[in-house]
């Protein structure tokens, strides 16, 4: 009886579960962005997943389930592919070296639009006139997830043709005139009407070209208060440059422009606005012939953008002070939100209304400054001088009694400015949900006008400035304020600094305005100003002083700090590892709502660590990280539901996490769906849905993809069994540095499978493996030294190599190692260690060790004690696997009734049957050893199939062993 050389490299498809991992949330964020990745993509067509989103600024977001799907879905010759031809990733290569991705798509012979943020995006030169850029290409007919097949690159000039930072767009020159194969986009100067279907094609993420269809539309009302299209369009960063195309018209509309992850919407700028500064793009629009015009009766599809009045304000404060009458207790903060409304906003419609309710509620019930509205004169009507007078009027000098004042800051005050905390602003009740420079510019021009000196009020129109993309005038304001003595406007400057919004980007500078607000206390700078030290940027790396930054921003209670600082007492990083630390920040982050909290604390419970493991605990924070949308949350709910760690199994719920989190682009999930479609687990078992969701954790990179695509091939499981497809995707595992793959593709080299047989190649990649601690890749590279295969045979290597794999608990290097403790190959002979061994490895149902362990308990030896009946049923276990060693140990049970009853037909049917497998054991024995009805049974069996052609005597002589001889064939 042999050992083992059954050395597979098995079906090793995981199902893993999203690692910890730090995430730095950024202040405030509102604009799209390229997608940034090594500067080694560059060139590349098929990226691997290594791209993130830079601090301060948001990717297009998904709205609800996300919906964008790749285009080669739909045929070839479809509308959808057909406009998409004009679509394409625009890659850039920055003189920093860095490289990222954005979409462009052809408007003309020579010239492509994109967005302004992408190029030169927030390191060139912000007037435009530099890109910033070393070189440009527009990769189109990408449409192959995963596969360069038909896609062509072309040049783009780095010099910006045209430009607009408020505006988002850019024109960049292309050459080589791909609009002649590729086609043209054509422009509209005509906004679609509310719940306009539309479709957004581009190129998310780098990958290959998707499109936005499935409740992709416009919004009600269409037009923003800021003069953007609204829509419900699925996008990801990589977005950025999209056309947003009406459905109707077949025409773009539309340019993709950023997300709003507070009111659920996505923005882009409609080219109505774009033509107006645009003399390029407008000579574009096909010119109307006399007959071509409209009859003037036509209802255009929506009216001509207009510009945001007065009373926008008017109506959210106005509305805001309803509210807080309706809500609160006392008319004390209703008050304050109507002479609020009263002071700025005189000739709206309901400022008499205001006035009464002002008279009659608030004299004399509460101590909040009464206003006499009826000596304020509307804006639109004042003078200097009247403004002077008024300032006064309003006031009597003291700013945070000012409705101007409250107004702005309404419209802009940041819950951790320190006059909030200190409870100076008495705005922050009127804080508005999101920040629209339209209604915060003016407001806040108007605080400033009247009080020049009052710091927060001009840090406050530094803050709206910024973000309608006024940088310059911005940072003086901001300036101005730090002067004054408003700390905060320092944290504000040191992030233009860091982004290079208004000044050079300058690492340096913006550490030191980090510093100024961080040791005053503003949680948001001492967290930035611990990740820039721990970092080392703009000051030598320290990880144990930036720490100490961000501990103090965690103590104050800012999510992101939190979430740093309990990654890093997870691994370690900047203070000594501290599990307990981790869960409890973790758990302070949580229990603020954060995703990333919840989900990181789950994991935590999950698996003991810093607090007591509970499965249930754990289930219930996966379950809130999920239900806001948390990718990795989804991914460890449905793999709770898969395998039964705090709730019943339901391999329904667990596909329906899968999903949501793979539709967002998580590869595990992917990964995920596509095992359970090959397994037909939770849902109807389908070989192509399988493989599908596969590419798309592959597309990403994603090795344990690739590893599952490989084995597919390579068993043949719902397609043809394809070894070169196999070796193809081991390889890329391989490559990837996946153990798995490594083992896989040394596999496919040591026995030629798809590739060129070669031994010493497949112990490169089998040591590789091995030395990552693949127990599969540590057993077939102790295979190699134990059989002298590409490598010198060399049985004290082969014996450490299956140890190692077999105290990982691998069966197959259990059963190999035991053997050579038996045997005294490697190391010094031990029956009982070998005993010990076979019992692990048959205990995990390993053929070879179930023989070896039933031999022993037959005879009584090594420690085992003498069972016939034991034996027989270990026997029975490894023949029914068809190991040919166990089935010839069965055949004489059954030949001699030992342990079984007489069973002469049976015998020899297990005698023929080892033999068949190469057994020869049988060939040994006496011509008269054997019994004589099981003898004759055999030879019957032989002569049947031609193997014999003497007599059915029960006599095993010469012709009867040449006969099994050659059954064995040998």
């Known amino acids: 009886m042999g050992k083992s050389s059954d050395h597979r490299f098995g079906d090793r498809l995981r199902h893993g579960v999203g690692a910890l991992c730090a995430v730095l949330f950024p202040a405030f964020a509102a604009l799209a962005q390229p997608v940034p990745f090594d500067s080694e993509d560059f060139g590349k067509i098929v990226l691997p997943d290594r791209q993130s989103s830079e601090l301060g600024f948001q990717l297009e977001q998904a709205i609800g389930d996300y919906k964008n799907e790749p285009i080669n879905i739909y045929g070839p010759d479809s509308l959808f592919r ?419 919004l208004g000044y050079d980007r300058n690492d340096t500078e913006a550490l030191r305005y980090y510093r100024i607000a961080a040791e005053v206390g503003i949680a948001e700078a001492q967290s930035l100003l611990g990740h820039a030290i721990m970092d080392g940027a703009g000051v030598p790396q320290n990880r144990q002083e930036g720490m100490r930054w961000v501990l103090k921003a965690a103590e104050n209670g800012w999510v992101a700090a939190q979430n740093t600082s309990a990654y890093s007492y997870y691994i370690g990083d900047g203070v000594e590892q501290d599990y307990r630390e981790s869960a409890r920040w973790y758990r302070a982050s949580a229990e603020q709502g954060n995703a990333y909290g919840e989900n990181g604390l789950a994991l935590m419970y999950r698996d003991g660590l810093g607090v007591r493991q509970d499965h249930f605990e754990a289930f219930r924070w996966f379950e809130k990280a999920a239900q806001q949308g948390y990718s990795d949350g989804q991914l460890n709910l449905g793999y709770s539901y898969e395998v039964g760690n705090g709730v019943t199994v339901n391999y329904q719920e667990a596909v329906f996490w899968y999903r949501k989190a793979a539709e967002q682009g998580n590869s595990i999930a992917q990964n995920n769906m596509g095992i359970l479609y090959r397994v037909g687990r939770g849902v109807e078992a389908n070989g192509k849905e399988a493989l599908r969701w596969l590419q798309m954790a592959a597309d990403q990179g994603n090795s344990g993809a690739m590893v599952d695509i490989a084995y597919i091939n390579f068993i043949g499981q719902d397609v043809p069994v394809d070894y070169n497809a196999s070796a193809d995707w081991y390889q890329r595992a391989a490559d990837l540095g996946n153990p798995i793959g490594q083992n896989g593709i040394g596999f496919m080299y040591r026995d030629g499978l798809g590739v060129r047989q070669d031994y010493a190649e497949a112990v490169r990649w089998f040591r590789l493996s091995a030395d990552q601690g693949y127990s599969e890749g540590q057993l077939n590279l102790g295979y190699s030294y134990d059989v002298g295969q590409g490598v010198a045979e060399n049985k004290h290597e082969a014996a450490r190599l299956y140890r190692l794999s077999a105290d990982q608990g691998h069966a197959i290097s259990q059963a190999n190692l035991a053997y050579f403790y038996s045997a005294g190959l490697g190391v010094q002979k031990n029956e009982e260690e070998a005993t010990r061994l076979y019992r692990l490895s048959a205990a995990q149902g390993n053929a070879v060790a179930q023989v070896q362990l039933g031999y022993r308990a037959e005879w009584g030896l090594h420690g085992v004690r003498l069972d016939v009946a034991e034996a027989v049923r270990l026997y029975q276990a490894s023949a029914s696997q068809g190991d040919a060693s166990a089935e010839y140990q069965l055949a004489l049970m059954y030949e001699f009734a030992k342990g079984v009853g007489y069973d002469p037909n049976r015998a020899a049917q297990l005698f023929y049957s080892s033999l068949q497998k190469g057994i020869t054991t049988a060939t040994e024995r006496g011509a008269n050893s054997w019994d004589a009805t099981t003898a004759r049974r055999l030879q019957t069996l032989l002569r049947n199939d031609g193997y014999y052609n003497g007599a059915i005597d029960g006599i095993m002589g010469p012709n009867a062993r040449s006969a099994m001889m050659r059954l064995a064939g040998r």
């Open 82 to 500: 057909q406009m998409g031809r004009a679509v394409g990733r625009l890659d850039f290569q920055k003189r920093d070296g860095s490289v990222a991705r954005c979409t462009a798509f052809i408007v003309s012979e020579k010239y492509i639009v994109t967005n302004h943020h992408c190029v030169p995006g927030m390191d060139g030169d912000p007037t435009g006139a530099d890109s910033g850029m070393d070189q440009i290409q527009l990769v189109l007919g990408f449409v192959e997830p995963g596969r360069s097949t038909g896609a062509e690159r072309f040049p783009v000039s780095t010099k910006i043709v045209e430009t607009d930072r408020a505006l988002d767009y850019t024109i960049l020159t292309v050459f080589g005139d791909p609009s002649a194969k590729y086609g043209k986009l054509e422009l509209s100067d005509k906004l679609p009407p509310s719940r306009d279907p539309l479709w957004i094609i581009g190129h998310p993420l780098g990958k290959s070209q998707h499109i936005s269809r499935e409740g992709c539309a416009t919004e009600d009302p269409v037009i923003s208060e800021e003069q953007k299209l609204v829509h419900s369009c699925d996008t990801l960063g990589g977005n950025s440059g999209s056309p947003v195309i009406s459905a109707s018209t077949r025409q773009v509309v539309a340019l993709h422009h950023a997300g709003n992850s507070v009111q659920g919407v996505n923005f882009a700028i409609p080219f109505t606005r774009i033509f107006e500064k645009s003399p390029i793009l407008s000579a574009l629009l096909p010119r109307e012939t006399e007959e071509e015009k409209p009859a003037e009766d036509v209802v255009a599809l929506a009216p001509k953008v207009t510009q945001p009045t007065g009373g926008d304000i008017c109506d959210v404060l106005y509305q805001k002070a309803e509210d807080l009458f309706l809500t609160s207790s006392t008319a004390d903060r209703a008050c304050f939100a109507y002479e609020t409304f009263a002071a700025r906003c005189q000739d709206h419609n309901f400022a008499s209304l205001a006035d009464r309710f002002i008279a009659r509620e608030c004299r004399g019930s509460t101590d909040v400054a009464v206003v006499d509205t009826t000596k304020i004169t509307p804006r639109s009507a004042r003078t200097n001088q009247d403004n002077a007078d008024n300032r006064v009027a309003d006031t009597g000098g003291d700013p945070e009694s000012s409705p101007l004042v409250s107004a702005c800051d309404a419209a802009v005050l940041e819950a951790d400015h320190p006059d909030v905390v200190k409870g100076i602003a008495r705005a922050a009740d009127l804080q508005l949900e999101s920040v629209n420079p339209s209604v915060a510019v003016p407001a806040c021009a108007d605080a400033a006008e009247r009080f020049p000196d009052h710091a927060r009020s001009l840090t406050n129109l530094g803050v709206a400035l910024s973000l309608d993309f006024e940088y310059d005038r911005a940072n003086t304001q901001l300036e101005r304020a730090l002067d004054l003595g408003d700390d905060y406007a320092a944290l504000v400057i040191g992030r233009h600094y860091d982004q290079g």
